[in-house]
T-cell receptor, first 114, second 112 residues
Framework: AQSVSQHNHHVILSEAASLELGCNYS??????LFWYVQYPGQHLQLLLKYFSGDPLVKGIKGFEAEFIKSKFSFNLRKPSVQWSDTAEYFCAVSLPSGYSTLTFGKGTMLLVSP | DAGVTQSPTHLIKTRGQQVTLRCSPK?????VSWYQQALGQGPQFIFQYYEEEERQRGNFPDRFSGHQFPNYSSELNVNALLLGDSALYLC???????????FGPGTRLTVL
């Protein structure tokens, strides 16, 4: 079975700092990769996804992620964070043949101070 | 266009009781998945319904059961509640082969 590991449970940054959240997965075959975000009091929302093709994926709100197959990683990045990026971020994987069911990491809580 | 809706928002039960949670998928979606999110954890897959059948199941005991109706809405039932069942229960809907799931706001279940 596949699993997802997120390196940091809590990250605190100042506005305009750069962000990188780590995500590694364990599965030997092809996977689909996702980053979801949960803003305070809101639903889980999809930030970006990777199925195939260009390993550098751009999502909403200036976020991007890079799939590095050799490292089983899918790290999330943003060059300059804003206070409104304060949220919990979840990395997730699914199998292309797995009826879209998601396996999530434990999440990273990002706090951006103004 | 309404997104995924869930009811109730909050629920308090005692050990041994049974509970039913409800979900209406996003318009045009035919697949409903349920997830359990314990405090400080990521969501864990419970099961998925498609064409009124349970299509896939995660590592949850038989106390967790579900149903999907002809209008694609779904219920999650949990019998013989345990304290450890306290969690946020998320419903997600999807359609097609691109694996994007849309999540509802969740039902917060507290078992005392």
């Amino acid at each position: 079975a596949q699993s997802v590991s997120q390196h940091n449970h809590h990250v605190i940054l100042s506005e305009a700092a750069s962000l990188e959240l780590g995500c590694n997965y364990s599965y030997g075959g092809t996977v689909n990769l996702f980053w979801y975000v949960q803003y305070p009091g809101q639903h889980l929302q999809l930030l970006l996804k990777y199925f195939s093709g260009d390993p550098l994926v751009k999502g909403i709100k200036g976020f991007e992620a890079e799939f590095i197959k050799s490292k089983f990683s899918f790290n999330l990045r943003k060059p300059s964070v804003q206070w409104s990026d304060t949220a919990e971020y979840f990395c997730a994987v699914s199998l292309p043949s797995g009826y879209s069911t998601l396996t999530f990491g434990k999440g990273t809580m990002l706090l951006v101070s103004p | 266009d309404a997104g995924v809706t869930q009811s109730p928002t909050h629920l308090i039960k005692t050990r041994g009781q049974q509970v039913t949670l409800r979900c209406s998928p996003k318009s045009g979606h035919d697949t409903v998945s349920w997830y359990q999110q314990a405090l400080g954890q990521g969501p864990q897959f419970i099961f998925q319904y498609y064409e009124e059948e349970e299509r896939q199941r995660g590592n949850f005991p038989d106390r967790f059961s579900g149903h999907q109706f002809p209008n694609y809405s779904s219920e999650l039932n949990v019998n013989a509640l345990l304290l450890g069942d306290s969690a946020l229960y998320l419903c997600a809907s999807s359609s097609g082969s691109y694996n994007e799931q849309f999540f509802g706001p969740g039902t917060r279940l507290t078992v005392l």
